[in-house]
Structure formats: structure tokens, C-alpha cells
């Protein structure tokens, strides 16, 4: 599996969707919701990223959670994503304060 398929499945088994129920919440046909869904879980093709932003859109995660390169950049992007505005702002600044400079 792919990275994007793997992160793509996981979010989807967490929110307790079948992938046919994913695939029909993002916009994709009757016909092929399911077998598409299971071709991208398992990395054999590749959503555009109109698609992928309906995707998350539906399981409530930015679009970069799915490409991100660590789990743990990941996870900061799903929990950022889930943030309220005020917290996001404050946890921007926290985190410029501990960054080491450019």
C-alpha cells in the first residue's frame, strides 16, 4: 500500500465508513464508488486532488494529511485541521517561538 492508501483507509475505518459510503459521499458513481475506493486504498491508482479534497472534506481531514511524509506530521495536520481559529492562532505562535530559525 501506498502511503496515501494507507492514511486514505484509516481515516476512512475510523469514521466507520465502507468504501463504497466514502466513494459516494465524495461525489463518485453507483456504479464504481467501491471498486475505486478499494483501488486507491490499496495504491494500485492514484485520486486526482480535486477528488482527494472531497475526500477529506467528508472525513473531516485537510488535504496534506494524506501526503504527508511522517505520521507524526500527519497527525499534527488532522488535529490542527479539527482546531478551533483561536487555538490554531495560538499554537502558531507557541510553535514559532520553539522553532529553531531558518
Known sequence: ?????D???QA????GLSQEQLGLQAG???????????????GTRVPGVELMERIGSVLNLPLAY???VSEDEARLLALFHRMPEGD???LLQMAEQC????
Do not use: D, W
Not at 500500500?1 to 492508501?5: D, F
Not at 476512512?12 to 469514521?15: E, F, I, S, Y
Open 1 to 5: 500500500m501506498s502511503v496515501l492508501g
Open 7 to 9: 492514511r486514505l483507509k
Open 12 to 15: 476512512r475505518l475510523k469514521c
Open 28 to 42: 463518485l458513481e453507483v456504479e464504481s464508488a467501491s471498486a475505486r475506493m478499494n483501488r486507491y486504498e490499496r
Open 66 to 68: 494524506f501526503y504527508a
Open 88 to 90: 490554531k492562532q495560538t
Open 99 to 102: 522553532a529553531i530559525p531558518l
